[in-house]
C-alpha cells in the first residue's frame, strides 16, 4: 500500500512539473522595434526621425537624448526572466561609412542597476559583433564577424542565429558564415532588472547613426529559413513596424506623423518616375512652388503655393478648318494633351489637336457632318470620344471612337442614330458607364419636343444599348452630376417650337432609371455648370435669348446660379447675371480662388463682345473680374498643366480659336 502511495506520489510531482513548464517567451517573432515605438495615436519622440531611402523607410535618432528607444525586458520575458539558449536575430539597417575605431550599437540589453551590458550586437568597419556577457562579474565575451561589408550606404537584411557552440551571419539571404565559440551561449542569462535600447548602448558614445527598418528576435530557431529566399534579400521581412509600412505622409491625417525625410528630386514641371521603386520620394516642383510625394503610382500634393489669378494673356491663334461650335479637352495617360473641335463644315471634318512645345498642333481629321459637340469619355481602359452630328439628312448618324493605342489614333466604334443633336454627356453609376444625348429636333417635321435617349454600355457586346428615353423641347446641353449617394441629370430645353420660355428638368436616379426631381424656368437654355464650394452645391444656367412675337427677340438677360437647398431639397435661387446671349458656362479653380467665366455670343446687333471671368466672394456671389473680348464665342475650356493654366475659346462665326493663359503670383 505504501509503495503505491508512492509511486502516485511521484507521478503527481513529475505531472506538475511537466504541465508547469512554459518557455520563458513566446516562440514567435519579437519585433523589439516596434515594441520600442509609441503606441498608435501617440505622439513620436522628436529624437526619433522617418527617413525614405531608396524606395524603403527607417527610423533614425536624432539629437543629443541616447534612451529615445527603450522598454523593460519583462515586457517580453513574462514567464522567467532567462534569455533563450537558442535564438536568431534579424535585422535590416542602412548605414554609411564607419571611421576607423568607430563602434555603433544596433541594439543592446543592460542590467539596469548595475550599467552592465548582457547583449548587445554593433557594427564597425568591414565588421559585425556579438557581445554577451560571459560568466564572473564584469566579463564579456565578443564574436566578431570580419569582411562583411555593411557599413556601404545600402540597405541590408542580417540573419544571426545562436545555437550551442556555433553563431551563423547570413547577409542578404547569401552564404551563411559559421564561427564557433569557446563555449556555447549561457543557458540562463538573467534578463532581471534589464531592459533593451535599441540604437544604443544606454549612453549617447556608440549611438546607431544609420537607418534601422527591422529587428526582431525568434527565440528557438534559425530564421533564415523564414526569410530566404526572396525577390529582394536586401529587404527581406520577417516583421516590420506598421508606421513604416503605412503611407508616409498624409494631409490631414487624424495621428501624430514621424519627423520624415526622403531623398528629393527638383525639377523646373515635368515630374519624375513615380512607381513603387519611388514610393514615398519627394519630388519639389520648382516652377509650381509644390512639393509632392509619390504614392507608388502617382504624385500627391503635400504643399502647394497658393496662386492667385493676375491677369490674361492672349497664348495661341488656333485657326481650325471651319467655324467650331465646341471643343473638348482630355487627355490619354503616355500620349499626352489633346484638344477635339467640332467643326462645322463635313470636309475635311473636325480636327483633334495635340499638345506640342507649348501649343495645340493638329494631330488628326475625323469626318464629321456639322459637329455640334465632342465629349471625351472611358470604359475601362479605353478611351473615347463621341461626336454629335447635327446635318439635316435622314438618318442622322452620330458617331463613337474609339483609342487605337497601336496605331495612335481614334478610330470609328459605332453608330447611334440621332437627331439634330447638339451634345453628349458621359457618366458613370454603379460602375456602369453610360451616354446621354440631347435631340434638339426631328428633321421630318421640325418637332423640338422629342425623346432624348440614354445608352448603357454592354459588356458582352462592346456597344452602347439604349437604357431609357426621356422627353425633352429643343435639348440643347445635358449635365451630369452627383450629390452625396444621388445622381442627376439636367437638360437644358431651349425652345418648344413655340417660345424658348420653357422650363429645364433636374431628373434624379431612382431604381435604376431616372425621374423627374425639379422643373427650372429657363429661357432658352443652352447649357448648365454644375459645382461645388465649400460643401455647398450649384448650377448655373445659360440663358441665351427671348423670342417675343410682339417685337425683338431680346438677347440681353439674366443667367442664374441656383443653388441647392438641403432643407427643401431643391434647386433655389441664389444670383442673377447678366449676359447676351449666353451659350456656355465654365468653372475653374485657381489655388483657392474660383471663378466662371460665360461665353458671351451676341447682343442682338454683334457677335463682338466681351465675355466675363467672375470670381467668387461669399456672400457677394460671383463678382466680375476680366473682360476678355471674343467674337461669336460659343465655348470654353480651362485646362492646367505644368506649363500654367489656361483657358481657350471657340467662335461659332468665325475659324479663329484662341487659347489664353492665366498668368498668376
Avoid at 527617413?51 to 527603450?70: E, Y
Avoid at 469619355?377 to 448618324?397: C, I, R
Avoid at 431628373?507 to 465649400?534: K, M, N, R
Amino acid at each position: 500500500m505504501s509503495a503505491r502511495r508512492s509511486l502516485l506520489l511521484t507521478w503527481v510531482m513529475l505531472t506538475t512539473a511537466v504541465q508547469s513548464w512554459r518557455p520563458c517567451t513566446d516562440l514567435l517573432p519579437l519585433d523589439l522595434l516596434a515594441r520600442s515605438l509609441p503606441h498608435p495615436g501617440q505622439a513620436p519622440p522628436p529624437q526619433l526621425q522617418m527617413v525614405q531611402s531608396k524606395g524603403s523607410r527607417g527610423l533614425r535618432l536624432v539629437g543629443t537624448a541616447a534612451t529615445t528607444l527603450t522598454f523593460p525586458a519583462s515586457q517580453i520575458f513574462s514567464n522567467c526572466d532567462y534569455f533563450p539558449a537558442e535564438f536568431s536575430l534579424v535585422t535590416t539597417f542602412k548605414i554609411q561609412r564607419l571611421r576607423p575605431k568607430r563602434n555603433e550599437y544596433i541594439f543592446s540589453m543592460v542590467e539596469e542597476a548595475s550599467d552592465s551590458l548582457l547583449l548587445g550586437l554593433r557594427v564597425s568597419g568591414n565588421r559585425l559583433h556579438f557581445l554577451t556577457a560571459a560568466i564572473g562579474v564584469g566579463r564579456q565575451s565578443r564574436l566578431s564577424f570580419k569582411d562583411v561589408g555593411l557599413d556601404d550606404n545600402r540597405w541590408h537584411t542580417v540573419v544571426l542565429a545562436v545555437t550551442g557552440l556555433y553563431a551563423t551571419l547570413t547577409v542578404d539571404c547569401g552564404l551563411s558564415l559559421e564561427l564557433k565559440q569557446a563555449q556555447s551561449f549561457r543557458s540562463a542569462l538573467s534578463t532581471r532588472g534589464s531592459s533593451f535600447f535599441i540604437g544604443s548602448r544606454r549612453s549617447f558614445g556608440g549611438r546607431f547613426t544609420g537607418l534601422l527598418r527591422q529587428l526582431v528576435l525568434l527565440p528557438g530557431s534559425d530564421a533564415t529559413h523564414r526569410l530566404c529566399p526572396t525577390s529582394d534579400p536586401s529587404l527581406a521581412e520577417l516583421s516590420i513596424p506598421q508606421v513604416l509600412k503605412s503611407p508616409a505622409l498624409q494631409p490631414e491625417q487624424p495621428e501624430p506623423a514621424y519627423p520624415y525625410e526622403a531623398e528629393a528630386r527638383v525639377t523646373l514641371g515635368d515630374p519624375p518616375p513615380c512607381s513603387g521603386a519611388e514610393e514615398g520620394q519627394l519630388w519639389f516642383n520648382a516652377q509650381r512652388k509644390g512639393l509632392f510625394i509619390c504614392e507608388g503610382l502617382s504624385w500627391r500634393t503635400l504643399l502647394q503655393h497658393q496662386q492667385r489669378l493676375d491677369y490674361v494673356e492672349s497664348h495661341q491663334d488656333l485657326y481650325t478648318s471651319s467655324e467650331t461650335f465646341d471643343l473638348e479637352v482630355f487627355s490619354i495617360p503616355s500620349e499626352g494633351l489633346f484638344l477635339a473641335a467640332a467643326n462645322r463644315d463635313s470636309r475635311p471634318g473636325s480636327g483633334i489637336y495635340k499638345w506640342r512645345n507649348g501649343s495645340f498642333q493638329l494631330y488628326q481629321n475625323i469626318s464629321t457632318h456639322e459637329a455640334r459637340a465632342w465629349k471625351h469619355f472611358t470604359v475601362g481602359d479605353q478611351f473615347f470620344l463621341v461626336v454629335a452630328n447635327s446635318g439635316e439628312a435622314e438618318p442622322e448618324l452620330s458617331v463613337i471612337y474609339r483609342w487605337n493605342q497601336r496605331r495612335r489614333r481614334f478610330l470609328r466604334h459605332q453608330t447611334l442614330e440621332t437627331h439634330a443633336a447638339l451634345d453628349w454627356e458621359a457618366f458613370h453609376i454603379h460602375d456602369h458607364c453610360f451616354l446621354v444625348v440631347a435631340n434638339h429636333r426631328r428633321a421630318k417635321d421640325s418637332n423640338h419636343n422629342i425623346q432624348s435617349v440614354i445608352y448603357r454600355w454592354d459588356a458582352e457586346t462592346k456597344m452602347f444599348e439604349v437604357n431609357q428615353t426621356l422627353s425633352t423641347s429643343g435639348a440643347y446641353d445635358w449635365e451630369f452630376f452627383s450629390v452625396g449617394p444621388y445622381h442627376f441629370l439636367v437638360v437644358a430645353n431651349t425652345f418648344d417650337g413655340q417660345t424658348t420660355s420653357v422650363s429645364s428638368t433636374v431628373y434624379v436616379w431612382l431604381d435604376g432609371y431616372f425621374q423627374t426631381f425639379q422643373s427650372i424656368p429657363t429661357v432658352g437654355a443652352t447649357d448648365w455648370e454644375t459645382f461645388q464650394i465649400d460643401g455647398r452645391f450649384f448650377l448655373v444656367v445659360a440663358n441665351s435669348q427671348k423670342v417675343s412675337d410682339r417685337g425683338p427677340n431680346l438677347y440681353s438677360l439674366n443667367s442664374t446660379v441656383y443653388e441647392l437647398n438641403r432643407l427643401t431639397q431643391t434647386f433655389i435661387r441664389f444670383q442673377d447675371i447678366l449676359t447676351h446671349s449666353a451659350v456656355d458656362w465654365e468653372f475653374f479653380t485657381i489655388g483657392e480662388e474660383k471663378f466662371l467665366v460665360v461665353a458671351n455670343s451676341h447682343d442682338g446687333s454683334s457677335y463682338s463682345l466681351n465675355s466675363v471671368v467672375y470670381r467668387w466672394q461669399g456672400y457677394e456671389g460671383f463678382v466680375p473680374v476680366h473682360s476678355l473680348p471674343t467674337f461669336g464665342c460659343r465655348d470654353w475650356e480651362y485646362f492646367t498643366i505644368d506649363e500654367g493654366s489656361f483657358l481657350v475659346y471657340s467662335s461659332a462665326t468665325s475659324r479663329l480659336s484662341k487659347v489664353f493663359k492665366l498668368k498668376t503670383y
